[in-house]
């Protein structure tokens, strides 16, 4: 991308096809580290309080766990990225 203003005289310069790819892969790196931890540990413990009788509060701490879990990787990505 052109970093100086556009004053007419310039066009823009699209991302480069490189570019594009390490954004998407970003993307989807950060989708499975919230979707994975949030959604898979709050079915666990959907399924452990069934069979133990405890609804809803290995439901709850799969959710804290799984949400905190997700904070902590995207952070770490974040720091990742930002050293690139």
């Given at each position: 991308?052109?970093?100086?203003?556009?004053?007419g005289?310039?066009?823009?310069?699209?991302?480069?096809?490189?570019?594009?790819i390490?954004?998407?892969?970003?993307?989807g790196?950060?989708t499975?580290?919230?979707?994975?931890?949030s959604?898979?540990?709050?079915?666990?413990?959907?399924?452990?309080?069934?069979?133990?009788h405890t609804k809803?509060?290995?439901m709850i701490?799969g959710?804290?766990?799984?949400?905190?879990?997700?904070?902590?990787?995207?952070?770490?990505?974040m720091?990742?990225?930002?050293?690139?």
């Amino acid at each position: 991308m052109s970093t100086s203003p556009n004053n007419g005289d310039e066009k823009s310069v699209p991302p480069s096809s490189s570019t594009v790819i390490l954004l998407m892969l970003t993307i989807g790196d950060t989708t499975w580290r919230l979707f994975v931890p949030s959604v898979g540990l709050t079915l666990v413990g959907l399924l452990l309080d069934k069979q133990l009788h405890t609804k809803p509060w290995l439901m709850i701490a799969g959710i804290v766990v799984g949400v905190t879990l997700a904070i902590l990787l995207v952070r770490m990505q974040m720091k990742k990225v930002k050293k690139l």
